[in-house]
T-cell receptor
Framework: DTGVSQDPRHKITKRGQNVTFRCDPISEHNRLYWYRQTLGQGPEFLTYFQNEAQLEKSRLLSDRFSAERPKGSFSTLEIQRTEQGDSAMYLC?????????????FGEGSRLTVL | AQSVSQHNHHVILSEAASLELGCNYSYGGTVNLFWYVQYPGQHLQLLLKYFSGDPLVKGIKGFEAEFIKSKFSFNLRKPSVQWSDTAEYFCAVNAQGSGTYKYIFGTGTRLKVLA
């Protein structure tokens, strides 16, 4: 399978713990995005990378959230000191930058439950 | 700032009925527009996209959408729905030339097609 892969698919944690999600984009894609989706809502933008550079981060995003893409390939999203409000599906997507911004290819998502 | 509105949150149709889902965006400049679909238990997939040219775009599975610039709209249509179209549909916008390559999604429309 050469699509976007995310790991883990499900994570249950206790409030206050740290969690990390990994995303492997489609290999030739240079842009990588993180979104969060809760029930009944559309994907909410968190951050995106072009190659290894983090170009934009949502102003609504708590500083407990951090993302990296160290070599311009896979990315990690870490949430420190989790809160129950962090429970959501975390989606990763990738695209190929071009003259017109390409379509996003999404992974299956990582579902986080904070108890 | 960009935003996307989807006014129909839940739609229930019988098979063979016609479908139109509304999408309005707010951004004064040039935009790329997308419709994504999420079938139960699956990841988000692209239905169709508009970058430029003919404002009537055709996508997969018989879907089409019309970009009306004066109305800031990009409504999704299908002349005759099938039970297999039961899914959640998301409209998304990406602003060209705005210095950002993030995609903003609407809250989604949950479509149920009755057999």
């Amino acid at each position: 399978d050469t699509g976007v892969s995310q790991d883990p698919r499900h994570k249950i944690t206790k409030r206050g713990q740290n969690v990390t999600f990994r995303c492997d984009p489609i290999s030739e894609h240079n842009r990588l995005y993180w979104y969060r989706q809760t029930l009944g809502q559309g994907p909410e933008f968190l951050t995106y990378f072009q190659n290894e550079a983090q170009l934009e981060k949502s102003r609504l995003l708590s500083d407990r959230f951090s993302a990296e893409r160290p070599k311009g390939s896979f990315s990690t999203l870490e949430i420190q000191r989790t809160e129950q409000g962090d429970s959501a599906m975390y989606l990763c997507a990738s695209s190929l930058a071009g003259v017109n911004t390409g379509e996003l290819f999404f992974g299956e998502g990582s579902r986080l439950t904070v108890l | 700032a960009q935003s996307v509105s989807q006014h129909n949150h839940h739609v229930i149709l019988s098979e063979a009925a016609s479908l139109e889902l509304g999408c309005n965006y707010s951004y004064g400049g040039t935009v790329n527009l997308f419709w994504y679909v999420q079938y139960p238990g699956q990841h988000l997939q692209l239905l169709l996209k508009y970058f430029s040219g003919d404002p009537l775009v055709k996508g997969i599975k018989g879907f089409e959408a019309e970009f009306i610039k004066s109305k800031f709209s990009f409504n999704l249509r299908k002349p005759s729905v099938q039970w297999s179209d039961t899914a959640e549909y998301f409209c998304a916008v990406n602003a060209q030339g705005s210095g950002t390559y993030k995609y903003i999604f609407g809250t989604g429309t949950r479509l149920k097609v009755l057999a």
